[in-house]
């Protein structure tokens, strides 16, 4: 077996943390300010120091309504520096995984988006995550693009910590309930990497693994709903919980439009890989206990 370690951008991020958590192969983690995208001589130094036998990218600029005042920088970060890596990999002949986003299809769709739904993105983060795509693909024949949506984690910055503070703090809140996805768990979605990965270690490139495939938690729910499971797991903890009250999107405007519907059909991913995330809800729960167990 290649003990050659993976390389994994992002940093401190919360899937790139989750990574190096459960990762049964060495891994190293790079991220600012050693890895930079905005500086093509760090990415070389960190790729010629680790020597890696196979690159996830799980760096992205994922500031959503940030992204529509400063689209060069989301696009240096989301579409340059894929292509960077892409060169990197096909000139080691290593595969690249390369993490993009839901928020690459416009939302008009009533039903769960396969990989073959035409793309619309609705914001310069989604058009920007898209061209990534593009470049992942372009450059790297051993790429795969692993589509997620709603990730969030014990620790960094989420949806679900969000919610938990403001409980902290307020008796009413207010939140969307017309924006349909699939919650992931960070370290759900890395053990499903991690298995694509030993698998090409296993079999060796085959052409069915490359291209696109969408990977997020089984089962859907509105963001209302997922703040209302979050405060519900965080109940068996003594946690306070305020009321949560729906609303629209029209009656709470962003700079970004997101989509109605970003939901993820990942039939794909375990047609080709045998490789299918938990529950949405479960998983919810695991990581609420995890936040607790460090207060």
Request: with cysteine.
């Amino acid at each position: 077996m290649d003990r050659r370690p993976i390389l994994v951008t992002g940093g401190s991020g919360q899937l790139a943390s989750a990574l190096a958590a459960s990762a049964g192969v060495p891994v190293v983690r790079v991220g600012r300010p050693d890895f930079d995208f905005e500086r093509p001589d760090s990415i070389a130094a960190a790729w010629r120091s680790a020597a890696p036998s196979l690159v996830v990218n799980a760096a992205a600029y994922t500031a959503v309504d940030a992204a529509e005042t400063d689209a060069e920088a989301a696009y240096r970060a989301n579409r340059d520096g894929p292509a960077v890596l892409a060169r990197l990999c096909t000139e080691a002949g290593i595969p690249l995984i390369h993490i993009s986003t839901d928020y690459v299809f416009d939302g008009a769709k009533a039903t769960p988006y396969v990989e073959s739904d035409p793309v619309a993105p609705q914001s310069v983060y989604g058009a920007s995550k898209l061209a990534g795509e593009t470049a992942a693909l372009a450059g790297c024949a051993q790429a795969i693009v692993l589509r997620t949506s709603w990730v969030y984690a014990a620790a960094g910055r989420n949806f679900v910590l969000t919610m938990l503070n403001l409980a902290k703090t307020r008796d009413r809140l207010q939140v969307v309930a017309d924006q349909f996805g699939c919650p992931t768990a960070a370290a759900d979605l890395a053990a499903a990497i991690l298995a694509v990965a030993m698998r090409i270690r296993a079999e060796g490139w085959q052409q069915r693994f490359g291209g696109v495939f969408h990977a997020a938690g089984d089962g859907s729910t509105t963001w209302h709903g997922l703040a209302c499971a979050v405060f519900e797991e965080a109940a068996r903890h003594g946690s306070r919980i305020p009321r949560v009250d729906p609303t629209t999107t029209a009656e709470y405007p962003t700079k970004a439009k997101r989509p109605a519907n970003s939901r993820l059909d990942c039939s794909k991913l375990a047609a080709v890989f045998d490789v299918r995330l938990p529950v949405w809800r479960p998983s919810l729960a695991r990581t609420i206990d995890a936040i607790f167990a460090t207060r």
